[in-house]
């Protein structure tokens, strides 16, 4: 429960599923209300990490920011850890970027 006002809500689904992190800004709240969220069909990404000396680097966190609003700092669109070999998968929303 929340008391009324104006929020930013961040739906951060866990690693390993099909759903990208869905943020909703500036949604006001006045009443109690249950809400149901369904999140938005995603975009998988892939890649590997290595050290300077090429080597694989495993369990290292990737972050992927992308623009937020006019003026608004960049925005967490997704995160993972990458593998033993250094690859990683990540989904992310469908959008331009």
Do not use: K, W
């Amino acid at each position: 429960m929340v008391e009324p006002g104006t929020y930013r809500l961040e739906y951060e689904p866990a690693m390993g599923t099909n759903s990208p992190l869905l943020v909703e800004d500036e949604l006001v709240i006045s009443q109690s209300v249950e809400r149901t969220v369904t999140l938005p069909p995603g975009a998988l990404a892939e890649g590997i990490v290595h050290t300077p000396e090429d080597a694989p680097a495993a369990g290292c966190e990737v972050r992927v920011f992308a623009p937020g609003r006019i003026g608004a700092p960049m925005e967490l669109r997704g995160r993972t850890r990458t593998a033993v070999d250094g690859r990683f998968r990540i989904i992310l929303p469908r959008m331009s970027f």
